[in-house]
């Protein structure tokens, strides 16, 4: 393709600057350079959402907002539109919507719906990212029979099978236990469905309803569960600590609505299951009654009225327990993470980019080589064999037309691609009928491993070897033995031998490699070219190899 036909609009459009600098790419062009690699990009996405969908599932879990919302059957007047309640709110009957919410309100509620569900006892297990509480999926239940409200003990429990275990191996018993510390490694096995003598008294072993479950949670995959049994008094204020009940006036009329919420870092099995006992044991009255008669003293018994008869709730649940989800957490996990993984190869490139320097489009050519421009050459892509499939427009302008003639084939630095264009166009070349040599002059500090393949003439450079008579004699060796003689000096910006040498042959060609050829490089072959006034620069041709 010659210089005429190389207009491309996206990448020629802006002119540069007279004094020889190209033109850095735009935004929108750095972008496109980064998309073209787009395989990382999905590879990266790719990674991590599967690392957020692993850290979702094996984290422990955060904290959630869960709630019930009850209705009263009397009528009240509120003196604000949302009133918090507490222990202290005034009651004149059991009827009173102020004394239903007061119910939810109170340590007791907490308590007697906490013993229902045995809310003392946690099951852990550890993942890669902490201990996570394992109550969603737990196969077995465990009860401590004989267990004081202010002991502490924690086992491990081991199982035959994660999901259908028939015998639970308890070990590492330690604690307080009856006031007293524990400490016992023995092992107890106990069959599922019976109760076993163990060191810290009598310990039941059950299956777990499966339909309980969350399935959407962590695997039943785990053999060893972490048993802890902590007081009442703690068990209580992890779930106590921050609830909170309110009461606003109902759309409807003649009732208000009651709202009860928690917020913990629990279970959701565990959470849902204390709301709907509170709901169950403050719609027992007779319960309260109970309470009343034992004369037990608390915010409970305190009110003034009559108690209605047993079975009459006043009120009514309205909205089950549930969990308040605002945005789903777990798909805001995973979401992130698919994020971070566009946006990280994003940054990482930028960075490689900006230290690489290496040229990408032809308006970062310095004028002085792009007014220059003799062909446009395409690499092939996806590690094809050969590297340039299109040479024959190269080939046909370096082919002699009858008579000996010698060309220059440089580059501003050390590219591994040079090695195999000159190497490619010698079979080219051959292949045309043309009897072509290349010189490859190397320095004394290139490797072995780097020179290009067969059928190439070697010479290292000393010093004063260019001004020699037997580099000449060399050269007009060479020049005798080859129709086509292509002299292939080491790297512009490392040497300046070829700027001397441009003046003993017919053509000088600078190939710019896109996406390998460094900016630097380019601009100090420039540099070198204007301040050699004795250059003729009409000799010197520039090769854009895409």
């Known amino acids: 393709m010659t210089h005429s036909s190389h207009t491309k609009g996206a990448e020629v459009g802006s002119s540069a600057p007279s004094y020889g600098y190209g033109v850095r790419p735009s935004f929108s062009q750095v972008l496109l350079i ?66 239903i919410a007061s119910l939810l309100n109170t340590t007791t509620a907490v308590l007697e719906a906490g013993k229902r569900i045995d809310f003392q006892v946690d099951y852990w297990v550890k993942t890669p990212f902490g201990m996570r509480d394992y109550y969603n999926q737990t196969p077995i239940i465990v009860r401590f029979g004989n267990l004081l409200p202010t002991d502490k003990v924690d086992c491990i429990a081991r199982l035959d099978d994660p999901v259908h275990p028939q015998q639970v191996t308890l070990s590492g018993f330690s604690g307080v236990v009856q006031g007293q510390p524990l400490y016992e490694p023995y092992d107890v096995v106990i069959p599922v469905g019976t109760t076993q003598e163990t060191p810290v008294g ?16 962590i695997d039943q995959r785990y053999t060893e569960v972490a048993i802890t049994y902590t007081s009442l008094v703690v068990a209580r204020d ?25 917020l913990s870092n629990r279970s959701e099995r565990r959470c849902l299951s204390l709301l709907n006992e509170m709901y169950i044991v403050t719609d027992s009255l007779g319960w309260v009654e109970q309470l009343s008669d034992e004369g037990q003293v608390d915010s409970l018994g305190q009110f003034v009225g009559t108690v209605p008869p047993a079975g009459l709730s006043p009120f009514k649940l309205i909205d089950k327990p549930r969990e308040l989800r605002e945005i789903e957490p777990d798909l805001f996990v995973i979401a992130g993470m698919g994020l971070l993984g566009l946006l990280l190869p994003l940054f990482l490139m930028y960075i490689y980019w900006a230290i690489l320097g290496v040229i990408h489009y032809l308006s970062e050519l310095p004028t002085l080589l792009r007014e220059r421009l003799t062909l446009d050459l395409k690499r092939a892509r996806w590690g094809r064999r050969p590297l340039y499939p299109n040479l024959e427009e190269l080939a046909t302008a370096l082919a002699p037309q009858g008579e000996q003639r010698t060309v220059l084939l440089a580059t501003p630095d050390g590219v591994k691609a040079h090695a195999l264009l000159v190497c490619e166009l010698q079979q080219a070349l051959q292949q045309r009928g043309v009897s072509c040599g290349v010189w490859s002059l190397d320095l004394p500090s290139k490797k072995m491993t780097d020179k290009p393949q067969k059928a190439v003439c070697h010479t290292q450079l000393t010093p004063g070897l260019i001004g020699s008579t037997a580099f000449q004699q060399q050269m007009q060796q060479l020049q005798t033995q080859y129709q086509l003689l292509i002299i292939v000096p080491p790297a512009l910006a490392q040497d300046p031998l070829a700027y001397s040498l441009s003046e003993r042959v017919e053509q000088s060609y600078c190939a710019i490699y896109r996406e390998a050829t460094r900016i630097r490089s380019i601009r100090r072959v420039v540099k070198q070219m204007e301040v050699r006034q004795q250059l003729n620069l009409s000799k010197w041709h520039t090769l854009w190899i895409d």
Not at 36 to 55: E, H, M, N, P, T
Not at 57 to 69: A, F
Not at 205 to 217: E, M, N, R, S
Request: glycine share 2%; proline share 8%; net charge neutral.
């Open 238 to 262: 992890v779930y106590e600590t921050e609830m909170q009940v309110t009461m606003k006036k109902a759309d409807l009329p003649l009732s208000s609505v009651m709202r009860v919420e928690l």
């Open 202 to 217: 009598p310990v039941t072993v059950t299956l777990d309803d499966p339909t309980q479950h969350f399935p959407y949670h």
């Open 34 to 99: 980064f998309l073209r690699r787009w395989y990382w990009f999905v590879l990266s996405i790719a990674l991590f959402v599967w690392l957020g969908s692993s850290i979702v599932k094996y984290r422990p879990l955060g904290r959630q907002t869960y709630y019930m919302q009850l209705s009263s059957r009397e009528p009240h007047e509120l003196t604000e539109p949302t009133m918090q309640l507490s222990d202290s709110a005034f009651r004149t009957s059991p009827w009173a919507p102020e004394y």
